[in-house]
């Protein structure tokens, strides 16, 4: 069978992966604190029809003759660069200007977000959208008056004799590399084996993180007018592998042919 053929279904594969990834990134233009994927490719082994030769004997070197046999997925990578603020002077949305991730938990495990939406449980704690714990678990009394949180993530509450009453400071995590981070669904990352342990950060904008806006909230980085050109590239792509396959296929019927 011809390599052409192979190598057309090893990019028509890639460039499906590619599509999937530019289809999660549209589909997730809209939310909060989501990092887009993008997907690189590599070529595959070379088969050698002939090794390169030195120089010698009055001739001169010649190059090695090598056929590609397709292409294959390199990365996913999770493009970590900031999105843009949507202000809602919400005293609740949080939005962390530069690098860091929000800590909340479940209980039993730690997860990081950029998104900052949060809100007040039936017990006055701290919560995301889906129920988990903002650390430190910060509390505000029932018989608060008023809370608020400043650029640094300090918290703290009025209470009914009119004395501000400091709470907790968020916590912030930063890593050596938040690329390695793993999605888990519900704008949460987890950390793993690659990404370093996470460096947990009493106050917001120390040690490299970012300052929080208070009454913001981080966007998606996902840029509409990039992600439609990639897919337009990606069809074209793909449509162009599917021509390899064809055309390989309408020479192997002319091979068969041959005997009539």
Do not use: C, W
């Not at 590599?42 to 010698?56: C, H, M, P």
């Not at 493009?79 to 690098?99: E, F, K, M, W």
């Not at 995301?128 to 910060?138: A, C, Q, V, Y």
């Not at 029932?142 to 009025?158: H, R």
Request: hydrophobic fraction near 35%.
């Amino acid at each position: 069978m011809l390599r052409s053929m192979y190598s057309g279904i090893s990019g028509m594969k890639n460039f499906q992966t590619k599509l999937d990834v530019i289809g999660n990134n549209i589909a997730n233009v809209n939310t909060f604190g989501f990092k887009k994927g993008r997907a690189t490719f590599s070529d595959l082994v070379n088969q050698n029809i002939q090794g390169a030769k030195a120089s010698g004997g009055g001739i001169g070197g010649i190059n090695p003759k090598q056929i590609g046999l397709g292409s294959s997925n390199s990365t996913i990578d999770t493009i970590h660069t900031q999105g843009s603020v949507q202000y809602t002077n919400r005293p609740l949305d949080l939005a962390i200007s530069g690098d860091g991730f929000f800590v909340v938990s479940d209980g039993a495990n730690d997860f990081y977000t950029r998104a900052g939406n949060f809100y007040l449980d039936g017990n006055g704690t701290l919560v995301n959208s889906d129920g988990l714990t903002l650390k430190p678990n910060i509390n505000i009394p029932d018989d608060a008056q008023s809370f608020s949180i400043d650029p640094t993530g300090a918290v703290s509450y009025i209470n009914n004799a009119g004395a501000l009453i400091p709470v907790d400071t968020l916590q912030i995590a930063k890593f050596a590399n938040p690329g390695a981070l793993e999605k888990q669904g519900g704008n949460l990352f987890a950390e793993t084996t690659n990404s370093g342990a996470a460096n947990i950060v009493d106050a917001a904008g120390e040690e490299g993180t970012g300052k929080l806006i208070i009454g913001g909230l981080e966007m998606s980085n996902v840029d509409l007018s990039e992600e439609f050109t990639e897919m337009i590239t990606a069809q074209r792509g793909f449509q162009a592998n599917t021509k390899i396959i064809t055309t390989s296929d309408e020479i192997l019927q002319e091979l068969v042919n041959l005997k009539r």
